[in-house]
Structures are given as structure tokens and as C-alpha cells.
T-cell receptor, first 112, second 113 residues
């Protein structure tokens, strides 16, 4: 079964530190990868997408993709308490059917 | 900005009732989706649609049906609500193209008593 795996956490980091969230996927044919942030009681919000090997930066967020090792990561620099949320990784495992498969998410806690 | 609107945010229904959850998107997206999200189980796909009047079953379609009469509107129907359908329901949409991300509505919290 094609899957996206994430450590459920919680991952606890101090304010100002770098939070590193990781995700692995099972299908080598996957082309598109996404990170969503979900606050408690709210719906997921798209924060990053990545399609090519390497790093993609957007403000304090950096997504990293390594297709050979089949993992995607999200780095959050200068973490803030407002970053405390569950982060969902998603991948298009179907190789073009445009239906992403979601991991179960990693809970991040940023403490002051 | 993409806007996916779920008209009912919080509903309480009785067992056996027919429930309609409505979703509208304003970005002319081809694809629309219905998920449910439960603690510990993550997001599970119920149904999706590639086009008007077209629907495909997702991972957990039992007990649900959908309707897509217009491109911008995708409805989820619980024919006879049961307590195990108490959940948060999320509508989403995306362009029908490679690399397209999906965008979620705010969610509908359904409690079946």
C-alpha cells in the first residue's frame, strides 16, 4: 500500500530554534509534495509545495526534497509559539491522478 | 486567493436523518474532494470529482453519496446518519493538472446523536 509516513510527535522546540519535520513516502513515482499546517480545530492550510530535488525557501520555511531517499522535510527557522500546530505532509502517490495522500501529521509545540 | 466555502460549520443531527453538506469553490477548479478527519486516523478521502456530474469513490465511501451538478458546487450526502459518522468533514478543490495543490474549506463539524 502506498503511504506517507510522519512521526506523530509531539516535537517540542524552544522559541527561536529550528524545527525540523520529516516525512517519508513509499512511491518512487511521486512527483508533487506539499506541507500543510493545521491549527487545533481548524482546517489544513497549504504552506509549501515542492516538486524538484533540493531546497525551496519561503520566508522562515524551507522545504527539502530528496527523491532518491524518498523523504521530504520542512524546516521552520526562528520558531514562534504561533507555529505550534500539526503539520501534514502530502504526496501525489498516484503518479498523475492529482489526488494527494496525506500523512497523519506531526504535532509541533514551540515553547517560550 | 482560493476560496472554498462550506456553508454549514456546526451541525447536530439525529440518527437516521438525511444530511446535506454543501461546498462551493470560486476558482474554477476541476477537482473537488470530500474528506473526513478523525483523531488518530488522519484525513480519509470519501469521494472526489473530476468534472460536473462525475464522481469517484475514495477510501471510505460507505454510507455517503455526492452530487456535482455545477462545476463550483460539490455536495456530500449522508443518506441515513449514524453516530459513527460524527466527525469533521472537509471539502477541498484543486486544478485538474499536475503539481496542483488542494485547498481546503473551513470544515463542517457534524455530531450525530
Amino acid at each position: 500500500q502506498k503511504e506517507v509516513e510522519q512521526n506523530s510527535g509531539p516535537l517540542s522546540v524552544p522559541e527561536g530554534a529550528i524545527a525540523s519535520l520529516n516525512c517519508t513516502y513509499s512511491d518512487r513515482g511521486s512527483q508533487s509534495f506539499f506541507w500543510y499546517r493545521q491549527y487545533s480545530g481548524k482546517s489544513p492550510e497549504l504552506i509549501m509545495s515542492i516538486y524538484s530535488n533540493g531546497d525551496k525557501e519561503d520566508g522562515r520555511f524551507t522545504a527539502q526534497l530528496n527523491k532518491a531517499s524518498q523523504y521530504v522535510s520542512l524546516l521552520i527557522r526562528d520558531s514562534q509559539p504561533s507555529d505550534s500546530a500539526t503539520y501534514l505532509c502530502a504526496a501525489d502517490l498516484s503518479g498523475g491522478s492529482y489526488i494527494p495522500t496525506f500523512g497523519r501529521g506531526t504535532s509541533l509545540i514551540v515553547h517560550p | 486567493d482560493v476560496k472554498v466555502t462550506q456553508s454549514s460549520r456546526y451541525l447536530v443531527k439525529r440518527t437516521g436523518e438525511k444530511v446535506f453538506l454543501e461546498c462551493v469553490q470560486d476558482m474554477d477548479h476541476e477537482n473537488m474532494f470530500w474528506y473526513r478527519q478523525d483523531p488518530g486516523l488522519g484525513l480519509r478521502l470519501i469521494y472526489f470529482s473530476y468534472d460536473v456530474k462525475m464522481k469517484e469513490k475514495g477510501d471510505i465511501p460507505e454510507g455517503y453519496s455526492v452530487s456535482r451538478e455545477k462545476k463550483e458546487r460539490f455536495s456530500l450526502i449522508l443518506e441515513s446518519a449514524s453516530t459513527n459518522q460524527t466527525s469533521m468533514y472537509l471539502c477541498a478543490s484543486s486544478l485538474g493538472s499536475a503539481q496542483a495543490a488542494i485547498y481546503f474549506g473551513e470544515g463542517s463539524w457534524l455530531t450525530v446523536v
